[in-house]
């Protein structure tokens, strides 16, 4: 025992935040173990337990993503009336309580009831943990603390997408409802580790009582948050983009997918951190951006070569490709986390990171087509497609310099007292 708690100290000293940073890693890796156990058996589980068609699969998901979109900004501006971290236990309780029906769906009625249901919170929880980040740890700590959550993510989705792997060995729905039920169970420690977190701030006493949306007329926030969106565009690029390019478009085995993308996974590990060094001002997280486009562009720019040499010669471009991809990824994240912190108005934090992460998720819907496009068109596509991301990246700088101005125009309102 007395091992254990060293090592428990030890970690501590070793995570950004303290204790309450470790508390968050620990919520961020169970979130990530169930979700990943989830998503390896989601579409089987349908499909096969409960007999629905890709078809009607497709359209409960896309009813789900719709309603998510449609909630993600109410539900912002309600954490900026009652606090992030309500918000979050609501949610993760509301998401056990979907998950512990889903495995009892028999037709296609029950599975769009708990999907909607499901969407309704969807897109929020990130926000919401992103801003109890920045209420529950210093500010020269909190860009640092989401870089380490990140980390830590991945980690737990390889973990969870392992467990998943035994309901898809079983194949029947009794192992599929097992799995179900440990996410549900995820969300309901989740809920009771958010609960007992101790916040160092809490919203503006003069913002409690009244709604807002002055986000939808800050252009310059909408403009960093677009920019953001386009690049985060690496992530279809990881699971669509390349995969489709290499076995449509190269002489390289199909096989060397799942190398690359395991590259992809453990940079993104042992990086992110590092990555997101000197993003806790707007000038060094528009730097990150700025890489963040020009690697992503060279990306596309290496794939293009890829064609047009033997498969020996390809498979060390593409490897190249994917190392830049993730110089993108790592960058992107960390200048993308810092700027939404900065900019977000004092007191309005929950319904600004949603707007913020409200433009990742609309990219999740239209990155797919876009992606496609590219790479049907080929060469030409891969150079379009390069030049967004460097225009976007080279744009940081100034746009971020036009939010700065405007977030230090803003009246600042007094703080309430801590929670």
Known sequence: MSDLWRRVRGWRGSVPGGTVGLRLAVMAMIDAVGTGAFLAVSVPFITRSVGLSEGRLGLGLTLSAAIALATAIPIGILADRIG??????????WRCACFVVYPFVQNLWQFLTVVCLLGLVDKAAAPMEQALVGQATATDDRVRVVAVLRSLRNVGFTVGALLGGIGLLIDNRAGYAVILLLNAASFAVLATLAS???????????????????????GSFLSFTGINAVLTMHMTLLSIGIPLWIVGHTEVSSAVIAPLVAVNTVLAVALQVRASRDTET????????????????LCCLLLTAAPRL?????????LLAMIALTGGELWQSAGGWGGSYLLAAPGQEGVYLSVFWLGVAIQQIAAPVLVSLVVTSGTVGWTVLAALFAVCGFAAPVIGRWAQARADSRPQPEPAPAT
Do not use: M, Q, T
């Open 282 to 297: 707007i000038a060094g997280a528009s730097r990150a951006l700025v890489r963040a486009g020009v690697s992503l562009a």
């Open 84 to 93: 992030p971290k309500k918000v979050l236990v609501g949610v993760s309780l």
């Open 310 to 318: 033997s498969a020996v010669l390809a498979v060390g471009v593409l």
């Open 196 to 218: 007992r977190l101790p916040v160092l701030s809490a919203p503006a006493k003069s913002l409690r009582r009244r709604f807002s949306v002055s986000v939808l007329r800050d």
